[in-house]
């Protein structure tokens, strides 16, 4: 999974001048909400590289929610969910589900790394 | 009535500080007044966060016997308190909904051995936020509502009923009018479960529209909220409005952000019950609370 995120993102990367350009929009980050996970858990970006992150749910209500960049967003069984998202500083940031969803809601969190450019 | 405490206790209790925190916006001046509280002053307990049904035998080997410790030690106070309050997760939450409602059940007939028959509940999201509140309106009633004790006006506000952990247009509408009524100087205590202001959103420790409600409280003067949710003790104030978070009867949550998980505080069998505990609040009309914070030892209180 890790080396599946670094290659994915290494493509992100490789391919965010080009998007720029063909006007194709920025990489799309998909992040599949279930009971009681985010999958990925844990998401590598660049500061200041503008991504959109797409939230799918396989079973039933839960929700996104990135207090350092005030990003949450409603996540629904079959209504993928696209938030376009700017990490404008760098560090380790928590994420977690805030829709209670069950058992182990509590447990429901991941965390994004926001590197610095160079 | 006599008073509960007389003031040379109250002051001296009030010295010692340890376990006891004096609670007002307005200080000691007003309390001092002589004949504004007469026949006005009580105490009632809170008790939060009871998580019946939980099992985890690291965190609190003694799940299934918590509860009924903490009603045991409710019942040797030596004046009974006006009401006892459970201010949310009465039980612990669970996907099987009648699983869920044999805990209500079995929650309903433990805290019926209080001796003080008025008790109070306030929904957890553990109780309320699966099935939107039914089975707990079955059990315990409303989800929000208001009543008034010795000049007091008390509200009882659900933020977790709807699963996305906020009150709600319509329960904001509702606050609105029933503080319409109210003299701006009227004391209000409001109870509910999660904390109203943004305290720690990180571990989801709000209300998505909590400030809604706190907008419209600021216009009193005299406001107090006593929650829970937390599993520990807090302080905070947000303008003039005091917010007090209770202890748990189940187990304790680290202090917000002073760890990177939230994760619960393990048994700890040299101290057990540590952590855990309920509060004696005792109100003095017009202007003043005071909190006496009680433990849990070996099923007996401090
Ligand atoms: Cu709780
Ligand atoms: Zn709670």
Same mark, same amino acid.
């Given at each position: 999974?890790?080396?599946?995120?670094?290659?994915?993102? &290494?493509?992100? &990367? &490789?391919?965010?001048?080009?998007?720029?350009? %063909?006007? %194709? @929009?920025?990489?799309?980050?998909?992040?599949?909400?279930?009971?009681? &996970?985010?999958?990925?858990?844990?998401?590598?970006?660049?500061? @200041?590289?503008?991504?959109?992150?797409?939230?799918?749910?396989?079973?039933?209500?839960? @929700?996104?929610?990135?207090?350092?960049?005030?990003?949450?967003?409603?996540?629904?069984?079959?209504?993928?969910?696209?938030?376009?998202?700017?990490?404008?500083?760098? @560090?380790?940031?928590?994420?977690?589900?805030?829709?209670?969803?069950?058992?182990?809601?509590?447990?429901? %969190?991941?965390?994004?790394?926001?590197?610095?450019?160079? | 009535?006599?008073?509960? =405490?007389?003031?040379? $206790?109250?002051?001296?209790?009030?010295?010692?500080?340890?376990?006891?925190?004096?609670?007002?916006?307005?200080?000691?001046?007003?309390?001092?007044?002589?004949?504004?509280?007469?026949?006005?002053?009580?105490?009632?307990?809170?008790?939060?966060?009871?998580?019946?049904?939980?099992?985890?035998?690291?965190?609190?080997?003694?799940?299934?016997?918590?509860?009924?410790?903490?009603?045991?030690?409710?019942?040797?106070?030596?004046?009974?308190?006006?009401?006892?309050?459970?201010?949310?997760?009465? #039980?612990?939450?669970?996907?099987?909904?009648?699983?869920?409602?044999?805990?209500?059940?079995?929650?309903?007939?433990?805290?019926?051995?209080?001796?003080?028959?008025?008790?109070?509940?306030?929904?957890?999201?553990?109780?309320?936020?699966?099935?939107?509140?039914? /089975?707990?309106?079955?059990?315990?009633?409303?989800?929000?509502?208001?009543?008034?004790?010795?000049?007091?006006?008390?509200?009882?506000?659900?933020?977790?009923?709807?699963?996305?952990?906020?009150?709600?247009?319509?329960?904001?509408?509702?606050?609105?009018?029933?503080?319409?009524?109210?003299?701006?100087?009227?004391?209000? *205590?409001?109870?509910?479960?999660?904390?109203?202001?943004?305290?720690?959103?990180?571990?989801?420790?709000?209300?998505?529209?909590?400030?809604?409600?706190?907008?419209?409280?600021?216009?009193?003067?005299?406001?107090?909220?006593?929650?829970?949710?937390?599993?520990?003790?807090?302080?905070?104030? #947000?303008?003039?409005?005091?917010?007090?978070? /209770? $202890?748990?009867?189940?187990?304790?949550?680290?202090?917000?952000?002073? *760890?990177?998980?939230?994760?619960? =505080?393990?048994?700890?069998?040299?101290?057990? +019950?540590?952590?855990?505990?309920?509060?004696? =609040?005792?109100?003095?009309?017009?202007?003043? +609370?005071?909190?006496?914070?009680?433990?849990? =030892?070996?099923?007996?209180?401090?």
């Amino acid at each position: 999974m890790n080396a599946y995120w670094k290659k994915c993102l &290494l493509c992100l &990367l &490789l391919l965010t001048p080009l998007a720029a350009t %063909a006007n %194709a @929009g920025p990489p799309v980050i998909v992040i599949k909400a279930s009971k009681f &996970l985010f999958q990925p858990s844990k998401i590598e970006l660049k500061k @200041g590289q503008t991504v959109i992150l797409e939230f799918t749910s396989s079973d039933r209500m839960h @929700g996104f929610s990135l207090p350092d960049f005030a990003v949450r967003a409603d996540i629904e069984p079959g209504k993928p969910m696209r938030v376009s998202f700017t990490p404008d500083k760098a @560090g380790s940031f928590a994420f977690r589900c805030d829709i209670f969803c069950g058992d182990g809601h509590e447990e429901m %969190a991941g965390e994004i790394i926001v590197r610095d450019e160079g | 009535m006599t008073h509960l =405490i007389d003031r040379r $206790k109250f002051l001296h209790l009030a010295g010692i500080g340890g376990g006891v925190a004096f609670v007002s916006g307005l200080g000691f001046d007003v309390f001092a007044a002589d004949g504004l509280t007469d026949g006005l002053d009580f105490y009632f307990v809170q008790l939060s966060d009871t998580h019946w049904g939980f099992k985890g035998e690291d965190k609190n080997p003694d799940a299934a016997g918590t509860l009924q410790k903490a009603v045991a030690a409710v019942n040797a106070l030596d004046k009974q308190p006006d009401f006892v309050v459970f201010t949310g997760d009465l #039980t612990h939450t669970t996907d099987d909904a009648q699983e869920r409602r044999r805990r209500m059940a079995e929650f309903k007939a433990i805290v019926s051995e209080l001796k003080v028959k008025q008790v109070k509940f306030i929904p957890g999201e553990h109780d309320a936020s699966l099935d939107k509140g039914e /089975a707990y309106q079955a059990f315990f009633g409303d989800l929000h509502y208001s009543f008034n004790h010795k000049g007091i006006h008390f509200i009882a506000l659900d933020n977790v009923s709807d699963p996305a952990a906020q009150l709600g247009q319509a329960q904001l509408d509702w606050l609105k009018v029933d503080l319409q009524a109210l003299a701006a100087n009227t004391p209000i *205590v409001v109870l509910t479960h999660r904390p109203l202001f943004d305290l720690y959103a990180k571990w989801d420790w709000t209300t998505r529209d909590g400030q809604q409600a706190i907008d419209l409280l600021m216009a009193f003067e005299n406001v107090v909220v006593f929650y829970g949710h937390i599993h520990q003790e807090h302080h905070h104030v #947000t303008g003039h409005i005091p917010h007090h978070a /209770a $202890k748990s009867l189940i187990f304790p949550l680290p202090a917000p952000g002073s *760890v990177p998980k939230r994760v619960p =505080i393990p048994w700890d069998s040299a101290k057990p +019950y540590n952590g855990l505990g309920f509060r004696n =609040i005792e109100a003095y009309p017009w202007k003043n +609370y005071r909190i006496e914070e009680k433990a849990i =030892i070996k099923g007996e209180t401090l």
